[in-house]
Every structure is written in C-alpha cells, then in structure tokens.
C-alpha cells in the first residue's frame, strides 16, 4: 500500500509540475489553484508513505515518477521538443524508478 501512495504522489507531482507552468508565473488563478491542490496532495501522500518506507528509495521514485512524467506530458501535450535521446533517457529513468521501487523495503 505505501508504494501505491508513492506513485499516486509522483502522478500528482507530474500534475503540479505542469499547473506550474500553466500558471505564469502564479499569474494566472486556476492553474495556481490546481498547482497548490496537486503539490499538498503529493507531499501529503509521499509523507504518510515515509512512515513504512525508507526515505531515499521512496523519494528516488517519487521524483523519478514526476519528472519523467512532466517531460512526458510536456511533449504530448505542450510541444515539447522530441528526440530519441530524450525519449530514451525517460525510459532509463522509468527503468530506475522501477528497479527502486523493488529493491525498497516496507519496514
């Protein structure tokens, strides 16, 4: 359950990456409204996951979860740009997050 919160948590940090952009600069109030909801949401649940994991896997995973998500999101999306570099360093970095998360143990 606690590496659930963990992906749940970089799933909503990949959201409060991008409502950061949408929100110039916190000129702009939905995105900025949006942006404090997703980052509350993801600090809270990577703290309640903290409390059964060890902290550098977890948060290893979580950044790992949110940034390759933002850069994914970010090229689907936003038009990003796109090369097979980036897009295989994101895979590397998928494949870290998942080497991670099954070498992190539940206390």
Partial sequence: ??????VV????ETGFAVCLK???????????????????????????SLKKLDVGPAYAVWT?????GTAI??????GDITSVLKIVSISLVIIGVI???LSGSAH
């Fill in 1 to 6: 359950m606690a590496w659930l919160l963990v």
């Fill in 9 to 12: 948590a970089g799933l909503l």
């Fill in 22 to 48: 949408l929100s110039h600069g916190f000129t702009r109030l939905w995105p900025t409204i949006a942006f404090a909801c997703f980052a509350l949401g993801s600090f809270g649940l990577l703290t309640l």
């Fill in 64 to 68: 790992g979860i949110g940034a390759a």
């Fill in 73 to 78: 999101y970010g090229m689907v999306f936003l």
């Fill in 99 to 101: 080497g991670l998360q």
